[in-house]
C-alpha cells in the first residue's frame, strides 16, 4: 500500500521557520521524483520545490532563497526547510511523487503564518 505521509505543519509568524516531512512507503523510492506541492486558500496548486531523481533540486521564484528541499533516501524520506515565512506561504503542503508511470500525493499538511 502506497503513502505518503507529511507531518510538521502548524501556525508559525511572519518571518518564522518550520520543516515539513514526508515519510513515504509502498514504492521503490529510489525511482520517484520528489516534490512539494502547495495550495492556498482560493487557488490552485503550485509547484513550490522538486528533488530529481538525480539530486538536482528546482524551486519557485516564490520560495527560492527561503526553502530548502532535501532527500533521505536511507529514509525514503524528504523535506522541506521553509525559512523566513511569510503570510502569502500559508496554504496545504503536499507531498508529491513522480514517476513516468504512477504518481501519488500526501494528504497534506496545513502551513499558516499570520501574526
Known amino acids: 500500500q502506497v503513502q505518503l505521509v507529511e507531518s510538521g505543519g502548524g501556525l508559525v509568524q511572519p518571518g518564522g521557520s518550520l520543516r515539513l516531512s514526508c515519510a513515504a512507503s509502498?514504492?521503490?523510492?529510489?525511482?520517484?521524483?520528489m516534490s512539494w506541492v502547495r495550495q492556498a486558500p482560493g487557488k490552485g496548486f503550485e509547484l513550490v520545490a522538486v528533488?530529481?531523481?538525480?539530486?538536482?533540486?528546482y524551486y519557485a521564484d516564490s520560495v527560492k532563497g527561503r526553502f530548502t528541499i532535501s532527500r533521505d533516501s536511507a529514509k525514503n524520506a524528504i523535506y522541506l526547510q521553509m525559512n523566513s515565512l511569510k503570510p502569502e506561504d500559508t496554504a496545504v503542503y503536499y507531498c508529491?511523487?513522480?514517476?513516468?508511470?504512477?504518481?501519488?500525493w500526501g494528504q497534506g499538511t496545513q502551513v499558516t503564518v499570520s501574526s
Open positions: 509502498g514504492f521503490t523510492f529510489s525511482n520517484y521524483e
Open positions: 528533488f530529481t531523481i538525480g539530486g538536482t533540486t
Open positions: 508529491y511523487a513522480r514517476a513516468s508511470l504512477h504518481d501519488y
